[in-house]
Nanobody, 119 residues
Framework: QVQLVESGGGLVQPGGSLRLSCAAS????????MGWYRQAPGKQRELVAA???????IYADSVKGRFTISRDNAKNTLYLQMNSLKPEDTAVYYC?????????????WGQGTQVTVSS
């Protein structure tokens, strides 16, 4: 099965930056869409940003101009550069991937990485 492992979360002061990474492994797969979601305490999980294999990207309005999503398709790795972080960005960030493995569709999630923005 395809597995996603996130890294890069942590504690940062308001206005600071973090870079999240999500590496996919499992062999014999093709990933079409990858995205970052986040879930704050007491709130529903929400889409932060997503990128297709062709390079198209979308962002939540709340992060436009501050976050940048990128993919290294050769390494099956997704990144999220987060700048000008705000306390309201505090959440667990999850990586998501959709694609095909052995010609069968799959969707999978990472375990999540905590991002805390606080002074």
């Amino acid at each position: 099965q395809v597995q996603l492992v996130e890294s890069g979360g942590g504690l940062v002061q308001p206005g600071g930056s973090l870079r999240l990474s999500c590496a996919a492994s499992g062999g014999y797969f093709r990933i079409d869409n990858m995205g970052w979601y986040r879930q704050a305490p007491g709130k529903q999980r929400e889409l932060v940003a997503a990128a297709t294999s062709g390079g198209n990207t979308i962002y939540a309005d709340s992060v436009k101009g501050r976050f940048t999503i990128s993919r290294d398709n050769a390494k099956n790795t997704l990144y999220l550069q987060m700048n000008s972080l705000k306390p309201e960005d505090t959440a667990v960030y999850y990586c998501n991937a959709e694609g095909r493995r052995f010609s069968r569709p799959f969707e999978t999630w990472g375990q999540g990485t905590q991002v805390t923005v606080s002074s």
